[in-house]
């Protein structure tokens, strides 16, 4: 499995595009080099800079059969690209 495991498409990231900031869901063992060479190879554009966010997992419990099930969401890392000015990823190309 590659470190780049998909793009994140919210509100918050797609107004960030906008100044040349995307957003991606990577590998959590994967470190800031590996993402930025991953990102150039895969968008052919030039990394400026990276910041990464480990998020922890959520805990959930539901009702079910009489009784709570507890368990938790799996944590996962995030990382900001930020491009050099002029450039842009396009996620929908190849819809």
Do not use: C, H, Q, W
Request: glycine share 8%; aromatic share 10%; proline share 3%.
């Amino acid at each position: 499995m590659g470190i780049l495991i998909k793009p994140l498409v919210t509100e918050k990231v797609t107004a960030l595009n906008e100044k040349g900031v995307f957003g991606f869901i990577v590998e959590k063992k994967a470190n800031k080099i590996e993402i930025k060479n991953a990102i150039e190879k895969a968008y052919g554009v030039n990394v400026l800079a990276i910041r990464t966010a480990v998020i922890p997992g959520k805990p959930k419990t539901r009702f079910s059969a009489g009784r709570f099930i507890a368990g938790k969401t799996k944590s996962f890392k995030k990382a900001f690209v930020t491009l050099n000015s002029g450039e842009v990823i396009d996620f929908y190309s190849n819809i």
